[in-house]
Structure formats: structure tokens, C-alpha cells
């Protein structure tokens, strides 16, 4: 009988580096998740004026870039780059229409900083994460020139 549960497994040891990858990325997609939760709560009581077309973009937006995380997340170091610096570029503009909201008065300030302060942070986390990337995948790491 075999035993899976056996650390030198090839199968266990091939979920426990998965499980790796997720604990690595799980603050992230947290964190995407958590202020994705939040602004639900403000697209559902956004004026109607602005909840069927900016808010829509908004929310799109958001999914848009916990997929690409979440597809960045299972390929190899060499294939995340696209994703993330999508992710990236995706969360720019998410911000810039989070501030026409705030501007136009559809998001109070309250709720603005309450996105921003987030979303701010995941542009970090997402910088951080595409630096390290290109510092892994760059041809002085791997010895080429």
C-alpha cells in the first residue's frame, strides 16, 4: 500500500510546494479580496447615475485583477511578469476612478480613503512583487549577458 502522506513522496512534495506558493501570495489576494468586499458594499448604494457605468468599469476592474494575481500565482517565476505588471497597470486605473467617483461626489470621503488607503497598499505589495520578479528573471541572475 502507498503511502501519500509520506513527506518524501513525490505527490506530498508537490502540494507542499503549493501550499507554499499560496501562503507567498495569500496576503495579496487577502488583501484584494478584503477591499474588494468593501467597495461591494459602496457599488451597491452608488448613485444610479454613476453604479451602471463607472461603478460597473470599478467592480470589472477589481475582478480583473484578483484574476491575474490569481493566474500569476500557479505559473512558473518566468511566466508572472505579464500578470502582474497587468495587475499593476489595471490598479492604476482602478484608482483613477475611484478618484472620479470621489470627485464627483458618488463616493464620500469616508469611503474614498477607505479604497485608497488599500488599494495603495496592494500597489506596493504588487510593485514589490514585479521588482523581485525582474531581479530573478534578469540575465545577470542566470548568468547570461
Not at 510593485?127 to 531581479?135: S, Y
Request: charge should be positive.
Amino acid at each position: 500500500m502507498l503511502d501519500n502522506h509520506n513527506p518524501t513522496h513525490p505527490r506530498e512534495r508537490e502540494r507542499e510546494r503549493e501550499r507554499e506558493r499560496e501562503r507567498e501570495l495569500l496576503p495579496l489576494l487577502q488583501r484584494l479580496k478584503q477591499v474588494y468586499l468593501l467597495w461591494y458594499s459602496y457599488y451597491q448604494v452608488l448613485p444610479k447615475l454613476h453604479r451602471h457605468s463607472l461603478g460597473q468599469r470599478v467592480d470589472n476592474l477589481f475582478v480583473e485583477i484578483i484574476e491575474a494575481v490569481a493566474q500569476a500565482s500557479f505559473l512558473s517565476k518566468t511566466e508572472k511578469c505579464p500578470y502582474v505588471r497587468v495587475a499593476i497597470r489595471k490598479t492604476d486605473t482602478l484608482k483613477i476612478l475611484l478618484m472620479v467617483l470621489w470627485e464627483t461626489k458618488s463616493l464620500d470621503n469616508k469611503k474614498y480613503g477607505a479604497v485608497s488607503v488599500q488599494l495603495d497598499e496592494i500597489g506596493k505589495m504588487l510593485g514589490g512583487w514585479n521588482g523581485q520578479l525582474n531581479r530573478q528573471n534578469s540575465p545577470d541572475k542566470s548568468g547570461e549577458k
